[in-house]
Structure formats: structure tokens, C-alpha cells
């Protein structure tokens, strides 16, 4: 019987020990929001034009590249859309539209294929969500056919 009774004055000490700890170390819940990420989206175009220089008259022409590149300062992705104006320019990949991942460049290739003697222009416009740079940034493309 002493055991019983010794063993219940153990349990309910136990217990009531237990309510005054979590009494005495309530946990700590804070009003303060964690702080807010900011969105950063860097866009680096390398080059304002490309020049094909003399490209004969053939179907296959002549190619010419740029890059775009989401900066290592970016957190978030660069979208966006390129196109090409101007007779005889054409995109030839990496487009119409691209998803560039923080510090990652996609590749664009324009190609210029004359039909005729002379010279010839246009030009590579990039539309972007990056606020780093404004909308569309523009690669002047020009060429010149010889036979």
C-alpha cells in the first residue's frame, strides 16, 4: 500500500513539475515578419550590334550569335520574347521565346542569307521582365551580299 501511495506522490509531482516548467518557459512567438526577398532580375546583353560583313548569295547565308545572360546577381528567372526585322534576316535558334535561370546564358542565332548584291540591316529586339535594363534591348544586324 506504502508503494502504491509513494508511486501516485511521484506521478503527481511529476506532473506538476511539469505544468510550472512550461508555465516558466512559455514559448516565445513573434509579431515580427521575416524579412521580404526582393526580386532581382539582371539582364546582360554583351553587344549592341552583329555584323555579317560580306556573305555571299546563298540559301544557307551566314549565322551570327549573342548571348543572354540572367546575372549571378539575379534570384528569379528572365523571360521574355526576341524577334528579327529587316529583309534577308532571319532567327535561326534560340527563340521566339526564352527562360533564363539566376547566372545561366541562352544562346541566340540570327542568320542573314541576301538575295541580292548590297547592303542590308536590321534588327534584334529582346523583350525582358528585367527591370535592370529597359524593353526591348535592340541588336542592330547588318550584312553585305556579294556574289
Not at 509579431?31 to 546563298?58: L, M
Not at 523571360?79 to 526564352?98: C, K, Q
Not at 539566376?102 to 521582365?129: C, D, M, Q, W
Amino acid at each position: 500500500m506504502k508503494t502504491k501511495i509513494l508511486y501516485l506522490f511521484f506521478v503527481l509531482i511529476m506532473i506538476l513539475g511539469c505544468q510550472k516548467k512550461e508555465e516558466s518557459n512559455p514559448v516565445q512567438q513573434s509579431n515580427k515578419t521575416p524579412p521580404e526577398t526582393k526580386t532581382v532580375i539582371e539582364i546582360e546583353v554583351p553587344r549592341t550590334y552583329i555584323d555579317f560583313g560580306n556573305t555571299h548569295i546563298t540559301p544557307s547565308g551566314k549565322t551570327g550569335g549573342i548571348g543572354i545572360t540572367n546575372s549571378n546577381a539575379s534570384n528569379a528567372e528572365l523571360t521574355g520574347t526576341v524577334t528579327v526585322t529587316g529583309e534577308y534576316f532571319f532567327l535561326d535558334a534560340g527563340g521566339p521565346s526564352f527562360r533564363i535561370a539566376p547566372n545561366s546564358t541562352a544562346s541566340i542565332s540570327v542568320r542573314f542569307t541576301p538575295k541580292k548584291v548590297g547592303y542590308a540591316a536590321g534588327t534584334l529586339s529582346i523583350e525582358h521582365n528585367s527591370p535592370s535594363k529597359n524593353s526591348p534591348i535592340s541588336v542592330a544586324l547588318s550584312g553585305f551580299g556579294v556574289q
